[in-house]
């Protein structure tokens, strides 16, 4: 079983609409968690950190359950920029390394 | 913000070469390394990593002998794939984390390698 699972995709969705993505990890003694947008051919960004009481940013809300091993994405009023792949990270035993899915494709089309 | 500048962005190399791959920390001390490895449609899987001074850890399955990593100073790490071969063809990116540890890691702009 892989060590972050993601729906890979693609998600088409018309501008403005909101659009939610979901990710699961396999080990339970991960401690930091976050959410990253790479664009093609590019280097990830860090979108957001995930924090266990849910956090906030603009139009993009994350929400962590611990119990469930279960982090969700959420984009509000979605903008033709925010066309991308979304990267799940969990940082593994070590704490330091990061643990990467698949990225879930999402394009907003006009 | 803290910026990793990686070199090169891409390059293209003969099979049976070797290539060197540059990251370096611009405005902080890089005290872990990490490199990734990218092959398209699949997720950034960590190769090895590094602490500044000390030999780096590999990840299962990849070849310490064929990915040589330096980090030799707080400032520079770097990857050499040597005796390259097709199936090394990749988008290789190094992830810089400063003092602190687990916390504010800082990607290099990757190197998309192809071997012919």
């Known amino acids: 079983r892989k060590e972050v699972e993601q729906d890979p995709g693609p998600f088409n969705v018309p501008e403005g609409a909101t659009v939610a993505f979901n990710c699961t990890y396999s080990n339970s003694a991960s401690q930091s968690f976050f959410w990253y947008r790479q664009d093609c051919r590019k280097e990830p960004k860090l979108l957001m950190s995930?924090?266990?009481s849910g956090n906030e940013d603009g139009r993009f809300t994350a929400q962590l359950n611990r119990a469930s091993q279960y982090i969700s994405l959420l984009i509000r009023d979605s903008k033709l920029s925010d066309s991308a792949t979304y990267l799940c990270v969990v940082t593994g035993d070590s704490g330091y390394a990061l643990n990467f899915g698949k990225g879930t494709s999402l394009l907003v089309t006009p | 913000g803290a910026v990793v500048s990686q070199h090169p962005s891409w390059v293209i190399c003969k099979s049976g070469t070797s290539v060197k791959i540059e990251c370096r920390s611009l405005d902080f001390q890089a005290t872990t390394m990490f490199w990734y490895r990218q092959f398209p449609k699949q997720s950034l899987m960590l190769m090895a990593t590094s602490n500044e001074g000390s030999k780096a850890t590999y990840e299962q399955g990849v070849e310490k002998d064929k990915f040589l990593i330096n980090h030799a100073s707080l400032t520079l790490s770097t990857l050499t794939v040597t005796s390259a071969h097709p199936e090394d063809s990749s988008f290789y990116i190094c992830?810089?984390?400063?003092?602190?540890?687990?916390?504010?890691?800082?990607f290099g702009s990757g190197t998309r390698l192809t071997v012919v």
């Open positions: 995930v924090y266990s």
């Open positions: 992830s810089a984390s400063g003092t602190g540890g687990n916390y504010g890691y800082t």
